[in-house]
């Protein structure tokens, strides 16, 4: 019964989230339909707070989860946001909970609003809002932002990759690659399709051999100390960014100005550890006029928009997060489980995501239930040696 309340309201989370970045929230009803998403997902959270106040937690579980519960409260306070209290329900409420199950259920809905949204928007039932029409020609694909379709594909193949495992065939994964081309095409978005197209590969040559990890599982536990340098080598990234140096200028053009508005963000807020009020301009369908903002100013690294946003204490919080998860994955040898967080962690340097569950559900796995039954483990085992025959 546990199970089933956090399904429900990771459901009713993920849908009420997806719409809001839909090309829906313009127009005249719009205000009624965030309101409506808005109250949905207050009933998500409601049902989670339901399973956690349900749930029998050991002494040590139930200290670690007060504490980080006082920081999230504390960062709060800080800048304002109650977002990541709120997210921090649907990360408590997950403790338990078939992690497997939870990645499937994300990856079906998303992808059925992201298939809904495109063929609505190429059928002209809903705007393709087209982006920068005199350079890049970008469509919306019915969502607010050209952007936001190639993400939520990334992490829509990441999902069914983990799920699928050694069982995705080599057309699967053509097929993959043709839509994220297509997507490249429409949208006009580098960075997710260059990373979607290499770990597609990846993920294709690792399958194809068939050699169960063999190489890259003799790091073992050194995965754990990822998501610790790759923070830091996120913040030296930014703070060390040189508009004078020659090289720093030409990495920064190629990652879209992102290093430029890294480091103006990091001298014109400063570093503080509870985070402070900070009103993010970027570009949208919906973008309005912002008191106190002139200008975009939007930072789209997620280690460096959290740290603050939030505060240092709290991206700590988020990095022990996913060294849980890694470690986790690690000891139960889930390889597919272990690059698809390191991919995350990577892509969370140039996309602001490391923590915005409607795209990203794999924070959840430093909580949920990694261990597959022991029936399932042994139909994997003998349906790879198969074909290894």
Request: hydrophobic content about 50%.
């Given at each position: 019964?546990?199970?089933?309340?956090?399904?429900?309201?990771?459901?009713?989370?993920?849908?009420?989230?997806?719409?809001?970045?839909?090309?829906?929230?313009?127009?005249?009803?719009?205000?009624?339909?965030?309101?409506?998403?808005?109250?949905?997902?207050?009933?998500?959270?409601?049902?989670?707070?339901?399973?956690?106040?349900?749930?029998?937690?050991?002494?040590?579980?139930l200290l670690s989860g007060i504490m980080i519960g006082v920081i999230f409260i504390l960062s709060y306070l800080g800048s304002g946001n109650r977002v990541m209290c709120l997210y921090l329900l649907?990360?408590?409420?997950?403790?338990?909970?078939?992690?497997?199950?939870?990645?499937k259920i994300s990856y079906r809905i998303q992808a059925l609003v992201l298939g809904i949204f495109i063929t609505l928007s190429l059928g002209g039932i809903v705007t393709d809002h087209i982006f920068e029409p005199d350079s890049r020609m970008r469509h919306g694909l019915g969502f607010n932002w050209a952007t936001t379709a190639p993400i939520l594909y990334l992490y829509i193949i990441l999902g069914y990759i983990y799920i699928k495992r050694e069982n995705t065939t080599c057309i699967e994964y053509l097929i993959m690659e043709c839509v994220n081309i297509w997507l490249y095409k429409m949208t006009d978005t580098r960075m997710a399709f260059i990373l979607s197209s290499l770990f597609l590969l990846f993920f294709a040559l690792e399958g194809l051999f068939r050699n169960r990890w063999k190489y890259w599982r003799r790091l073992g536990m050194l995965y754990c100390g990822v998501p610790v340098l790759l923070s830091f080598f996120a913040f030296f990234l930014h703070w060390g960014y040189d508009a004078e140096n020659e090289i720093w200028s030409k990495l920064n053009s190629l990652l879209s100005?992102?290093?430029?508005?890294?480091?103006?963000?990091?001298?014109?807020?400063?570093?503080?550890?509870?985070?402070?009020?900070?009103?993010?301009?970027?570009?949208?369908?919906?973008?309005?006029?912002?008191?106190?903002?002139?200008?975009?100013?939007?930072?789209?690294?997620?280690?460096?928009?959290?740290?603050?946003?939030?505060?240092?204490?709290?991206?700590?919080?988020?990095?022990?997060?996913?060294?849980?998860?890694?470690?986790?994955?690690?000891?139960?040898?889930?390889?597919?489980?272990?690059?698809?967080?390191?991919?995350?962690?990577?892509?969370?340097?140039?996309?602001?995501?490391?923590?915005?569950?409607?795209?990203?559900?794999?924070?959840?796995?430093?909580?949920?239930?990694?261990?597959?039954?022991?029936i399932e483990r042994r139909k994997e085992f003998y349906l790879c040696k198969s074909r290894n025959h």
């Open positions: 019964m546990a199970d089933f309340l956090f399904y429900v309201a990771w459901a009713l989370f993920l849908l009420s989230s997806l719409l809001e970045h839909t090309i829906l929230t313009i127009g005249e009803n719009a205000d009624m339909l965030l309101m409506c998403m808005k109250l949905v997902r207050y009933i998500a959270y409601g049902i989670c707070f339901i399973k956690i106040v349900n749930g029998r937690y050991h002494r040590k579980i649907v990360l408590f409420a997950a403790f338990g909970i078939d992690g497997r199950q939870s990645i100005n992102r290093l430029y508005l890294g480091k103006n963000a990091i001298a014109t807020y400063g570093i503080s550890l509870f985070g402070q009020k900070i009103r993010w301009v970027g570009f949208s369908v919906r973008r309005d006029t912002v008191s106190g903002v002139t200008g975009y100013n939007y930072v789209d690294c997620s280690y460096i928009q959290m740290m603050l946003e939030y505060g240092v204490i709290f991206l700590a919080i988020v990095v022990g997060i996913y060294t849980i998860a890694v470690y986790r994955a690690v000891k139960e040898e889930d390889w597919y489980l272990v690059f698809a967080l390191l991919i995350v962690l990577g892509f969370g340097i140039t996309e602001p995501r490391l923590m915005n569950f409607a795209f990203n559900p794999f924070p959840l796995m430093a909580f949920c239930r990694l261990r597959q039954p022991e």
